[in-house]
């Protein structure tokens, strides 16, 4: 079966930085286009970043220039490295995947505070 795993959250001053990582297991990871969605509290879950097979992606204009997402298909990991974090940024954060259904990991709360 599907499985997501999201790790590397926590708390960060406004200006730093955290790597986020997404274990994925259970459908052929390096043929399926991956996806960072996050919800901060009383918002909608919204789309942060998308990384095709071919290794093309795109972010959502708020987190242009500023994260980056990657993936290791040799270790099934999808990354979200996060720079120049915002009070903005606070959310949980989680990789999901299409693939036939739509399926999602846990979840993992970033909180950026001073």
């Known amino acids: 079966q599907v499985q997501l795993v999201e790790s590397g959250g926590g708390l960060v001053q406004p200006g730093g930085s955290l790597r986020l990582s997404c274990a994925a297991s259970?459908?052929?990871?390096?043929?399926?286009?991956m996806r960072w969605y996050r919800q901060a509290p009383g918002k909608e879950r919204e789309a942060v970043a998308t990384?095709?097979?071919?290794?093309?992606?795109t972010y959502a204009e708020s987190v242009k220039g500023r994260f980056t997402i990657s993936r290791d298909n040799a270790k099934n990991t999808l990354y979200l490295q996060m720079n120049s974090l915002k009070p903005d940024d606070t959310a949980v954060y989680y990789c999901?995947?299409?693939?036939?259904?739509?399926?999602w990991g846990q979840g993992t709360q970033v909180t950026v505070s001073s």
């Open positions: 990384i095709i097979p071919s290794g093309r992606t």
């Open positions: 999901n995947v299409v693939y036939g259904s739509d399926y």
């Open positions: 259970g459908f052929p990871f390096s043929s399926n286009s």
